[in-house]
């Protein structure tokens, strides 16, 4: 799984706390990831907010309009150069 690259896409670095026995169990597991732990952190988010998406769009919410909270934000750019289908 590809790196979301900064100059394809605008990126902004959070500090996140993850609980430890997580992090030890996906470093042990990094050889077999295929990606270092930062990268699958990163595309555990965007697939994570893809499919909370997805989601509301099948579900419907009388909150919001995410199709146009999709558009509002070009989310569809981001989840396209991140899809597992482009590398």
């Known amino acids: 799984m590809k790196k ?7 990126c902004e670095e959070v ?10 169990f996906l470093r042990a597991m990094e050889p077999s990831l295929g990606q ?7 595309y555990s ?3 994570g907010v893809r499919a909370d998406i997805d989601y509301a769009e ?4 009388p909150f919001f309009d995410i ?6 934000f070009k989310l569809n750019k981001v989840f396209k150069r ?6």
């Open 58 to 61: 099948g579900h419907g919410t």
């Open 82 to 87: 991140h899809s597992v289908a482009a590398e």
């Open 15 to 24: 500090v996140i706390q993850v609980p430890r026995k997580i992090m030890t």
């Open 4 to 10: 979301l690259s900064k100059r394809k896409i605008d």
């Open 67 to 72: 199709n146009a909270l999709v558009r509002r």
């Open 45 to 47: 988010v965007v697939e």
């Open 36 to 42: 270092t732990v930062e990268e699958y952190l990163q």
